[in-house]
């Protein structure tokens, strides 16, 4: 049997179960709002809270901005006052090395001065005393030159002057005679016979001339002779002799024991003398040790 269904009657139970709900949803938004508006209120106590809190007090704030402000004095001021006073004393240096600074000159014609070999500084035990005997060689020739040319100075040779002395082949002696000779010593190679101007020196052997000039580097008016003595090759020169002295020229062969000149001081001399220099095998030796093992 069919159910029968009655439209009045339900119809107002919707209605107003709806009217029901509708006023419940307001109610909630309501409360929502309401809850919103409180969270919203109480945040901004809080924040307001906290900025009472934090915000100092205008006096604490007055004292704690002087305290800072004395710290940084405190420390900026000896700051500044010692690098005042590295400047001042910086200044204070400077003047005085300006003030007391020196100056070095040089003139446009000024010439270099030649380094002197005799200035050099031993170093060893050997050196030391060969450098104290090469000294006293030459305070030793120096007396004997000065001796010499105090005494031959205002003298002239007064003997006969010969022109040959020896027979050919011999080894002579280049003077007859003379007052005193030096030995040999650095720097210097000839060995130094004191006589008066104008005595007669002669070739020590046969040779050939291998050099003669009025000039010489420091030997004043010289001749060179080359020889050949028992097979060995002997060089035998003479120094500071006498302007216009020479008999002899280059190329020309001359016999032992010819004169070849004159003693004098030409050229790098002290007193008057014959600069005697052998060479044999082109090695310097001592002339007057040689003449005596060879002149006859």
């Known amino acids: 049997m069919a159910e029968q269904f009655d439209s009045s009657t339900e119809a107002p139970d919707s209605e107003s179960t709806r009217t029901d709900l509708t ?16 969270s919203k209120a109480a945040a901004a106590a809080s924040r307001q809270a906290r900025r009472a809190a934090g915000k100092p007090h205008p006096a604490r704030s007055f004292f704690t901005i002087a305290a800072v402000a004395g710290l ?9 006052a010692a690098t005042n006073g ?9 003047q005085v090395a300006a003030e007391n600074a020196q100056s070095l000159v040089v003139g446009s014609e000024a010439t270099p001065t030649a380094l002197d070999r005799s200035s050099y500084s031993a170093t060893t035990e050997e050196e030391i005393q060969k450098k104290k ?14 001796s010499a040319s105090s ?9 006969a002057i010969a022109a040959s002395i020896a027979a050919s082949g011999e080894v002579v002696r280049p003077l007859t005679s003379f007052t005193s000779f030096g030995t040999p010593y650095a720097g210097h190679k000839g060995t130094d016979y004191m006589d008066p101007r104008g005595t007669p020196i002669y070739a020590i052997a046969d040779g050939v001339v291998v050099a003669s000039s009025e000039a010489g580097p420091g030997w004043g008016v010289y001749v060179k002779i080359a020889h050949n003595i028992g097979g060995t090759s002997v060089t035998s020169l003479y120094a500071h002799m006498l302007y216009g002295s020479r008999r002899v020229s280059v190329g020309q062969t001359v016999s032992a024991g010819q004169l070849i000149g004159q003693v004098s001081d030409t050229g790098r001399a002290n007193g008057t ?24």
């Open 23 to 38: 006023v419940r949803a307001r109610r909630a938004l309501a409360r929502r709002s309401s809850s919103r508006s409180a």
């Open 72 to 80: 940084v004095a405190t420390v900026a001021i000896p700051a500044f």
């Open 86 to 94: 590295a400047s001042a004393e910086t200044v204070t240096l400077q």
């Open 133 to 146: 005997a090469e000294e006293a060689a030459k305070a030793a020739l120096a007396a004997r030159l000065a």
């Open 151 to 159: 005494s031959s100075s205002s003298s002239a040779y007064s003997g």
């Open 273 to 296: 003398h014959l600069h005697l220099e052998i060479r044999v095998n082109n090695g310097y030796i001592n002339a007057e040790s040689w003449l005596k093992a060879n002149a006859s």
